[in-house]
């Protein structure tokens, strides 16, 4: 099999049309879409959307409030409290508000928002969204949220607010931001809450029995959330690194220039049986399972050839940073492995045709479809929503999210599954490439022209 | 060394080989002859183990080749009709691979490519693309890239097909090379001039059918048919015809315009009796024409139509 192996590959390099769409081409496109859409792609804008997450309320507003209220009144902390204090107290605390310290001077503010974007949702939609991926993550406030964060932010007193953070597993590095984001807030809130604390305990040790300073304290207390350090950024800085026009289009011009190779290992079967050469080696001996082999091989070689040009290119002409080179590699395996057995099914289909209209119809309208889908023209974010639904049907697709990922700085275990579903896709189109081969054949002899015919 | 017995291949209702028996023997040049659609290339796939027959057994040294297929395939030679070779790839490369398809390797590989090329005479061209060699040159490739693993039996199907006539000799005479070096050949053609060159043993083939089969001696002997002589002399009447038929040996004389046409045998004993035949009739030849029985003539006796139909 070796034998045609190097035959086969010797075939194809000898194929200057062939070298020039499977490798020149994808070189050019690359370097020209880098340059041509570099400001579409500024530092970070790849996620210009934010990460979304969906808030879930386990508490009453209305209900957590009158009870505060009550308790204020008849509760442990209004103990040597006089009336009016009370009061004073009761009409002060009115005026803090959790749910607007979290969901407008929090999430709302300029800082946290450029990064989260937030739907309120109740709890069985937003765990569906969580499921669909829609969001990255589901953050709960829970019962008693308004009537426990009135307590910790008027009363001395401090009640525990356990604030859930669920995150997708696919989402890994939005959920690192997700949960930095909610632990800047407890932290802020908890500065705050000491902050008060001091002042309200000291107006009380001093038996002032009144806290006429009350509406500067709250207003300290706004202050101090208005100016919350959030340092998000430090966040994502060291975890993703952005993507440039040049990182995206190599990767996209990559995944969908290593097709073309599928393209022609689809061509080469029914070339040998036009070529006659197919019945020679049959007559010398060999198999057609060897010889589809050969044509698998030759598609998983030239494939991994592309790919090495065009990263070791892209990586030294346009200074693009592939990530992990173990990842990669990985990931470039399991994509050419896809791409060959894509191979084998084209030649074993086209040969079993008779003609070349599948791997034409491949060629032409196929890979543009799928390089469409799979966000090689554009990235899949920016696509309607239909398209981006249909995006798993593009192989080139899974090559470009798990480079993408791999480029900004995920893990292995973050693209094993699309690494697996390309592993997949090869091993299904390998065994109907076999399936439809191993049917019978004959050929059929007619004024000295051989034609194959199926029996 | 190959013996065909009651072969038959269908293809639906189309009968393309229909009971067709013969042997090879060691040696042997043996011509498969028949107009296009004959069946001979069928019969050529069956015996080179590509196509099973519908019916009927191919045995080499006595055993069926379809129970030994690997072993056959080792020891025979196909030359297909078509150019089987890989035209962006150079002459050595081709030879190089399909001496590797039947096993070669390493030194024995480049020794015997080196011998082929010398046989196909092709060693100053093997380092160009097969898609710039003449129809010629890749028809000796076709034929070397059979040899390489050094075969007992070559099976040619139409090897000259589409080439020119100094490229057609040039094959003819590396097969019967071949031949003298003790490979075996089944060579199928429609030219009738090839197979009497090349062929000690001929099987004529129509519709599937063998219609007649022997040495080419054995096949014109069939048909009983007497060489023609066409004298054309300055002038000619009914005397002449009636002289000629005097001669022993030949059996019929007619005038046809300024020809005396004969028949007979062993036409060079006759042509000296007829030259002086002539001059006793105070005439002089203009021209002499003789026409032996061949096997175009043994197949339009047989099918009534001729060879290229």
Known sequence: MLSIIIKDLRTILSDKHAVAIIIIMPLILMTILSFALKSSFSDGDYFDEGVKIAVVKLYDGEEDSRMFDETLRNGIFSKNMGEETITELGDSSRDVDPEKIFFEEFLGSDEVSKIISYQVEDEKTAMELLDKKEVSAVVTLPEKFVYDMKVNLVTPFRNNVDIKVEVHPDKSIEGVVVKSVMESYSSAIASVIIGKNVI?????????????????????????????DIEIKDVVVEERKSITSADYYAAAMMSMFILFSAGHGGRMLLEEKEN????????????????????????LLLCSIQITIMIIYSHFALKVQWGSIVNTAIISAAAAFAVAGLGAFIASATFRAGNFKLANTFESAIIQGMALLGGSFFPVDVMPKAIQNLSFLSLNGLALKSYIKVMTGYGLNDVIKNVAALGLIGIVFLILSVAILSGKEEHYVKHNKVKTVKA | MLKVENLYKNFGKVNAVDGVSFEVKKGDVFGLLGPNGAGKSTTISMISTLLAPSSGEILYDGKSIFDNQKSVRQRLGVVPQEIALYPTLSGYENLRFWGSIYGLKGDELKKRIDEVSDIIELNGRLKDRVDKYSGGMKRRLNIGAALLHMPEMLIMDEPTVGIDPQSRNHILDTVLKLNNQGITIIYTSHYMEEVEYLCNKVCIMDEGKIIASGSQDELVEMIREKTQINVRLNRVDAMISERLKEIKGVSDARISDDTVVLHGENADTLLADIALKVSENGMFIKSIDVKKPNLEAVFLHLTGKALRD
């Open chain 1, 276 to 299: 006659k050469t197919y019945g020679r080696m049959i007559m010398a001996g060999t198999s057609k399972f060897s010889i589809l082999s050969g044509k698998f091989v030759v598609v």
């Open chain 1, 200 to 228: 309200i305990e000291e107006a009380m040790a001093n038996g002032v029995g009144e806290l006429k300073n009350l509406d500067i304290v709250m207003e300290e207390l706004t202050n101090v959330l208005e100016h919350m």
